[in-house]
């Protein structure tokens, strides 16, 4: 069974610009994660989606990240303008249960390491 | 707020060492404490899951327990080998809004010498 795919496994770009991540979860899973860890700390929710729906977008800051998950399936996550800050890895992870999946392993992909220069 | 606290930050070993790895959290009202694995450059990978009305888990060589009263779980590695050597994150969930959302604290980075 195919894991968490995601790409592009490396990224490096200019300040200011635009970048994009794109997720494939294990199939049939129904609950989307993005996480977002910086050097030496635990990863931090991003958004969550439950098929189409993002249920919690509370962390992500939404004046410059965005997101979608189209047709339930595969995510992207785009950063318009990329700051320093932002230099880190982007998480994606995937479980099986809707409803938030709180009882559910979640299946981690491998991550984007995102530098910005 | 959940704040999820993991002592040591770092811990070098022996091969063959028991080990014990430590995570403590401020809000006993989690749905399930998990431990991950994170080998340099790869995602997590799931060790062991425990509900919150559990008491441990158990795979392979590892053990982890869970007091949820107290705020703290620990993940138990025997007879250590220098594959085990990885940073182990330690997450929960909590009951509420946010359900499903792992919470995490900062790691473990474990080295096992051979």
């Known amino acids: ?117 | 707020k959940q704040e999820v606290t993991q002592i040591p930050a770092a811990l070098s070993v022996p091969e063959g060492e028991n080990l014990v790895l430590n995570c403590s959290f401020t809000d006993s009202a989690i749905y399930n404490l998990q431990w991950f694995r994170q080998d340099p450059g790869k995602g997590l990978t799931s060790l062991l899951l425990i509900q919150s009305s559990q008491r441990e888990q158990t795979s392979g060589r590892l053990n982890a327990s869970l007091d949820k009263s107290s705020g703290r779980s620990t993940l138990y590695i025997a007879a250590s080998q220098p594959g085990d050597s990885a940073t182990y994150l330690c997450a929960v969930v909590n009951y509420g809004g946010s359900q499903g959302n792992l919470i995490f604290g900062k790691g473990t980075k474990l080295s096992v010498k051979p």
């Open chain 1, 1 to 117: 069974e195919a894991g968490v795919v995601q790409s592009p496994r490396y990224k490096i770009i200019e300040k200011k610009q635009p970048v994009a991540f794109w997720c494939n979860p294990i199939s049939g899973h129904n609950t989307l994660y993005w996480y977002l860890q910086n050097l030496g700390q635990g990863p931090e929710l991003l958004i969550r989606y439950e098929n189409e729906e993002a249920v919690d977008d509370s962390q992500l800051p939404k004046d410059r990240f965005s997101a979608e998950r189209l047709k339930g399936v595969d995510s992207t996550l785009k950063i318009q303008p990329a700051e320093l800050g932002d230099s880190a890895v982007y998480l994606c992870a995937s479980s099986l249960a809707p409803g938030g999946g709180g009882g559910d392993t979640q299946y981690f992909g491998p991550g984007t390491r995102l530098t910005v220069l």
